[in-house]
């Protein structure tokens, strides 16, 4: 993203206990996104959040999966999460249906650019909608824990902020130019921009 001529730069952390997955993404953001910074690429959980601490990422790609604590738990450890999640993880993951509810990103492995420069495009997006993090996570989490899908709650970008609204309440959608009209149960009405966001690849 350039201001004025100047490229605007993000700091990026990769943590993943496959070494291909940590080299291959490395290359890609060498190669192919010069405003990615990789300030550090960790194996585990534990080498993850001290980076974190250190670097101050703009975005984490994190795996799902890894020996130890998971990318799920890590999250929970931290107090002030001032970055993007984007998970990375295999096809047919558990979690997927959850992460797109909550408005949070994904990749499959093997990590393929052309969804890479889509999720940095998103991540832009939300970026300048300045969506708080913490609540975004602590929303997942609930749904990764809920029995049933229907009782997901869908995390909706309004200029109002973010609201997470149980799946079942919703009655239909509306397009309407780049905004999706919400129809809630009670009559309750609500307008989102949801031109770019991850939840709607359902």
Same mark, same amino acid.
């Given at each position: 993203?350039?201001?004025?001529? /100047?490229?605007?730069?993000?700091?990026?952390?990769?943590?993943?206990?496959?070494?291909?997955?940590?080299?291959?993404?490395?290359?890609?953001?060498?190669? +192919? +996104?010069?405003?990615?910074?990789?300030?550090?690429?960790?194996? $585990?959980? &534990?080498?993850?959040?001290?980076? %974190?601490? =250190?670097?101050?990422?703009?975005? /984490?790609?994190?795996? %799902?999966?890894?020996?130890?604590?998971?990318?799920?738990?890590?999250? =929970? =450890?931290?107090?002030?999460? $001032? #970055?993007?999640?984007? +998970?990375?993880?295999? @096809?047919?993951? @558990?979690?997927?249906?959850?992460?797109?509810?909550?408005? *949070?990103?994904?990749?499959?492995?093997?990590?393929? &650019?052309?969804?890479?420069?889509?999720?940095?495009?998103?991540?832009?997006?939300?970026?300048?909608?300045?969506?708080? =993090?913490?609540?975004?996570?602590?929303?997942? /989490?609930? $749904?990764?824990?809920?029995?049933?899908? *229907?009782?997901?709650?869908?995390?909706?970008? &309004? &200029?109002?902020?973010?609201? #997470?609204?149980?799946?079942?309440?919703?009655?239909?959608?509306?397009?309407?130019?780049?905004?999706?009209?919400?129809?809630?149960?009670?009559?309750?009405?609500?307008?989102?921009? /949801?031109?770019?966001?991850?939840?709607?690849? %359902?």
């Amino acid at each position: 993203e350039k201001h004025g001529g /100047v490229m605007h730069l993000f700091k990026v952390i990769v943590i993943d206990d496959d070494e291909f997955i940590r080299t291959s993404m490395k290359d890609t953001l060498e190669n +192919f +996104f010069p405003e990615l910074v990789l300030l550090a690429s960790c194996s $585990n959980a &534990t080498e993850g959040l001290t980076a %974190i601490t =250190q670097h101050k990422p703009d975005i /984490v790609f994190l795996d %799902i999966e890894m020996p130890g604590i998971s990318g799920f738990d890590m999250l =929970q =450890q931290i107090e002030n999460i $001032n #970055f993007e999640t984007i +998970f990375i993880t295999a @096809y047919g993951h @558990y979690a997927i249906k959850a992460i797109r509810y909550s408005a *949070l990103d994904f990749l499959l492995k093997p990590v393929d &650019t052309t969804e890479l420069k889509n999720a940095i495009e998103r991540f832009k997006e939300k970026r300048k909608k300045a969506i708080e =993090q913490k609540p975004v996570i602590e929303n997942f /989490v609930y $749904n990764l824990h809920a029995k049933n899908p *229907l009782d997901f709650k869908l995390a909706i970008a &309004t &200029t109002e902020g973010t609201h #997470f609204i149980p799946a079942q309440d919703i009655l239909r959608l509306e397009a309407d130019g780049s905004y999706t009209k919400f129809f809630l149960i009670k009559g309750k009405k609500m307008m989102a921009n /949801v031109t770019t966001e991850p939840i709607f690849k %359902i």
